[in-house]
């Protein structure tokens, strides 16, 4: 079965720092998501993206979070400067169409030190 | 705006006994319901759905949930316990007119030998 996959699976990076988290969703899908849980708490939405442009994103989405999809496969979430509260875990997800369940990929765990 | 309630963070049950999970949701128009279930170091994967049509889902892992419109409510019940659900659940809603969806802050199921 097809599936979301992440990379990387783990980064570490020091406060300041831009990082880069990779995502390649499923071929046939065109909504694509992401998603963060901070730990022990509740999967809060971000962004979504659909026709190559933002079609709608949450408060926590602010000017240092931008996404992009440079190639037609990947799908990439920049922090441009990380803040100690930007760890968490980070998972993209995808959908065939509006509102149809996501497929989730295994997460990448940001933390910032 | 929709929003998703689950009660209780943690719940135990024996092996074999009945699972009843918990959720309640706020939408201003007929939602799109959802139960997730979250293995440790792992993605979110979708158990079961409701759009329209019967109230009854049933889901993957002898999952179901009930779609209750006078009661707003979406509870996830399983029969018969076993130890591999044990996991962390959330309850989702999103409203055709939006491209998000939102999650609750999720139930841990523990399952007692």
């Known amino acids: 079965e097809p599936e979301v996959t992440q990379t990387p699976s783990h980064q570490v990076t020091q406060m300041g720092q831009e990082v880069i988290l990779r995502c390649v969703p499923i071929s046939n899908h065109l909504y694509f998501y992401w998603y963060r849980q901070i730990l022990g708490q509740k999967v809060e939405f971000l962004v979504s993206f659909y026709n190559n442009e933002i079609s709608e994103k949450s408060e926590i989405f602010d000017d240092q979070f931008s996404v992009e999809r440079p190639d037609g496969s990947n799908f990439t979430l920049k922090i441009r400067s990380t803040k100690l509260e930007d760890s968490a875990m980070y998972f993209c997800?995808?959908?065939?169409?509006?509102?149809?369940?996501?497929?989730f990929g295994n997460g990448t765990r940001l933390t910032v030190t | 705006a929709q929003s998703v309630t689950q009660l209780g963070s943690h719940v135990s049950v024996s092996e074999g006994a009945l699972v009843l999970l918990r959720c309640n949701y706020s939408?201003?128009?007929?939602?799109?319901l959802f139960w997730y279930v979250q293995y440790p170091n792992q993605g979110l994967q979708l158990l079961l759905k409701?759009?329209?049509?019967?109230?009854l889902v049933k889901g993957i892992n002898g999952f179901e949930a009930e779609f209750k419109k006078s009661e707003t409510s979406f509870h996830l019940t399983k029969p018969s316990a076993h130890m591999s659900d044990a996991a962390e659940y959330f309850c989702?809603?999103?409203?055709?007119?939006?491209?998000?969806?939102?999650f609750g802050k999720g139930t841990r199921l523990h399952i007692l030998p």
């Open positions: 409701y759009t329209t049509g019967a109230t």
């Open positions: 939408s201003s128009v007929p939602p799109y």
């Open positions: 997800a995808s959908s065939e169409v509006k509102n149809s369940p996501l497929h």
């Open positions: 989702a809603v999103t409203e055709n007119r939006d491209d998000k969806i939102i």
